[in-house]
């Protein structure tokens, strides 16, 4: 979507950059300094930038940095009209975000956290990043939509959700409301070839792993393929609420047969007296020490 949107003429973007300026550069600097503000103000502290500034004055200098660092991707676009940045992490920023540029316009863009998982699986193992282990990546992508689809809600007609999916096997239609959202003119042909030209089975960028390109022409080929029986069980168990909400899934979609829930519940089972097993195991060794050995042992030295 970002190279979707980058190709309109009147949007100005780093085509292979992510600035991550809301989540390294200002989120913990604001919340610092509020977090001071609010405690001088109740009388508990003294030091610090609120003592010489109120809130407003403070964001009228983030509102400076963000000018200049925008204005240098304006730079690369005299005609745009339009900014486009975008980060992951900015899902848990939506606020800041809304309070620093107050015409920013936001799209979220969900993905079935199922093929998410799997993805981020595959980055870190070829990139390094992203999270390596399943519970992991899915408590990530359960937080972050969950974050993003709470504070969205506060922002009214600013903010709009696109599935990923109904932009890569739907119409250029989408693509079009999307341009609308964000107020950029766009006619039938162009929202058209822009869809067309940067769609992922003519163009694949960033870190995408091309080993799942078979894949893609299949509704939920990826996570099936990738995802084992106890991998769904748990990811159910992370993520699985968010998931039938969204629609993606139903409360049984980890099984694919009654053979593999009889299967899961049996391994339960066994997990829970082999945890009781140890529970057992250890409370007889915490009872089999003697209470008055140290005592002992201070009054023969």
């Not at 992370?238 to 829930?261: N, Q």
Request: glycine share 6%; proline share 4%; net charge positive.
């Amino acid at each position: 979507m970002h190279r979707m949107l980058s190709a309109h003429p009147q949007v100005a973007s780093l085509q292979d950059t992510e600035l991550t300026i809301f989540t390294r550069y200002l989120a913990q600097p604001v919340a610092q300094f509020r977090k001071e503000k609010a405690e001088q103000e109740a009388g508990s502290w003294s030091l610090g930038l609120g003592a010489l500034w109120t809130e407003d004055r403070f964001f009228e200098e983030v509102r400076c940095f963000l000018d200049n660092v925008y204005g240098s991707v304006l730079a690369t676009n005299p005609r745009a009209t339009h900014i486009l940045d975008k980060h992951p992490n900015y899902a848990r920023q939506l606020p800041l975000i809304a309070d620093l540029l107050p015409n920013a316009r936001f799209i979220h863009l969900i993905r079935d956290g199922r093929e998410v998982v799997v993805s981020a699986l595959s980055v870190n193992k070829r990139v390094g990043h992203s999270a390596g282990e399943l519970a992991q990546a899915s408590r990530d992508w359960r937080d972050f939509v969950g974050a993003a689809r709470r504070d969205g809600r506060m922002l009214g007609n600013r903010y709009m959700e696109v599935r990923y999916e109904e932009l890569k096997n739907g119409s250029p239609e989408v693509l079009g409301r999307i341009f609308a959202h964000c107020g950029l003119p766009a006619d039938t042909d162009m929202v058209a070839r822009i869809h067309s030209e940067n769609h992922i089975s003519r163009k694949q960028y960033s870190s995408g792993d091309a080993s799942l390109n078979t894949l893609r022409v299949k509704p939920d080929s990826i996570w099936k393929e990738r995802l084992s029986l106890t991998d769904r069980y748990r990811m159910h168990r992370w993520a699985g609420a968010l998931l039938m909400e969204l629609g993606y899934a139903g409360s049984d979609w980890w099984a694919s047969s009654p053979t593999d829930r009889m299967w899961v519940r049996f391994r339960s089972f066994l997990w829970r007296i082999g945890r009781g097993f140890q529970g057992g195991v250890q409370s007889w060794k915490l009872a089999s020490v003697d209470p008055f050995e140290p005592l002992r042992a201070w009054r023969r030295s």
